[in-house]
């Protein structure tokens, strides 16, 4: 059964770059054929999604988020990551990992507070 | 970027009923979508892969349909667990999109 856990800040300043980590527990990330992606929610809203890597380190990013995205995969500790900078009270939201369309970890909220 | 716009915002039913939900495409995404379900607190939970396949573990009430750009989700008989948000996601095109969600509630 695969597993994916989110860990980082739960606070982060505006302005500055929130940095989250999703180790993948019951599988590889090297297995291929899966999509590691990062989906958000704002509070009490739907679902954004965010961007993926795949095993490769071929990546997609929303076009909304593209030019403060980066997602990362470091296949040695079986996890990927999500950069977003710049941020503002607006990226205030609860962020999932997932192996789409499947597996989703059970998310962390980041709030975006001074 | 793809649309998705579901139908109804919320739907008030009883346990017993049978529920059907509408998930409608701005442009074909052929039979790439998805269904889940999200209770309060929880990540979301795969219900249905390629507009109609069930996926591991879902009960058989759960019945997807559709292609092109109009779905449908039908849960033949409402039980208790059932009451949730339900969403769709295009899976054709990046980047891959949500709708808006529907809620069932009692």
């Not at chain 1, 095993?55 to 996890?79: A, E, F, Q």
């Not at chain 2, 716009?5 to 979508?33: D, F, I, K, N």
Request: aromatic share 12%; proline share 5%.
């Amino acid at each position: 059964q695969v597993q994916l856990q989110e860990s980082g800040p739960g606070l982060v300043k505006p302005s500055q770059t929130l940095s989250l980590t999703c180790t993948v527990s019951g599988g590889s990330i090297n297995s291929g054929g899966y999509y590691w992606s990062w989906i958000r929610q704002h509070p009490g809203k739907g679902l954004e999604w965010i961007g993926y890597i795949y095993y490769s380190g071929n990546t997609y990013y929303n076009p909304s988020l593209k030019s403060r995205v980066t997602i990362s995969v470091d296949t040695s500790k079986n996890h990927f990551s999500l950069r977003l900078t710049s941020v503002t009270a607006a990226d205030t939201a609860v962020y999932y990992c997932a192996r789409e369309p499947d597996y989703w970890g059970q998310g962390t909220l980041v709030t975006v507070s001074s | 970027e793809i649309v998705l716009t579901q139908s109804p915002v919320t739907l008030s039913s009883s346990p017993g009923e049978r529920a059907t939900l509408s998930c409608r495409a701005s442009q074909s995404v052929s039979s790439y979508l998805a269904w889940y379900q999200q209770k309060p607190g929880q990540a979301p939970r795969l219900l249905i892969y390629d507009a109609s396949n069930r996926a591991t573990g879902i009960s058989a009430r759960f019945i997807g349909s559709g292609s092109g750009t109009d779905f449908t989700l039908t849960i033949s008989s409402l039980e208790p667990e059932d009451f949730a948000v339900y969403y769709c996601q295009q899976r054709n095109n990046w980047p891959f999109t949500f709708g808006p969600g529907t809620k069932v509630d009692i």
